[in-house]
């Protein structure tokens, strides 16, 4: 059973940091992409980044540019997102997600891990 499994989420106040986690199991993920997404109520959900298995390269969104850093670590199967200065509009539900390299729809999904800041 693929399971992805999101951890590290909370509460912390604006300008602070914290780092999610997101630990796979039940297959190989060496042919498949990774994404984090969110979701703040009432909104639609938002594309943060996607990150390679094999490669490790990174494509971040807009949004969390310059702030938020990703990487993967292979021995683990986790895949790290590391959030600095953040706001409260960073505020949301996380979500990674996995996908093959050859589709666009990411077939697997985590559970999320809420993440809210204070002003």
């Known amino acids: 059973q693929v399971q992805l499994v999101e951890s590290g989420g909370g509460l912390v106040q604006a300008g602070g940091s914290l780092r999610l986690s997101c630990t796979t199991s039940?297959?190989?993920?060496?042919?498949?992409?990774m994404g984090w997404f969110r979701q703040a109520p009432g909104k639609q959900r938002e594309f943060v980044a996607g990150?390679?298995?094999?490669?490790?390269?990174?494509f971040v969104g807009d949004s969390v540019e310059g702030r938020f850093t990703f990487c993967r670590d292979n021995a683990k199967n986790t895949v790290y997102q590391q959030m600095n200065s953040l706001n409260p509009e960073d505020t949301s539900v996380y979500y990674c997600?996995?996908?093959?390299?050859?589709?666009?729809?990411?077939?697997?999904w985590g559970q999320g891990t809420q993440v809210t800041i204070s002003s």
């Open positions: 997600a996995a996908r093959r390299v050859s589709e666009a729809e990411y077939q697997y």
């Open positions: 039940g297959r190989t993920f060496s042919n498949y992409a």
């Open positions: 990150i390679s298995w094999s490669s490790g390269n990174t």
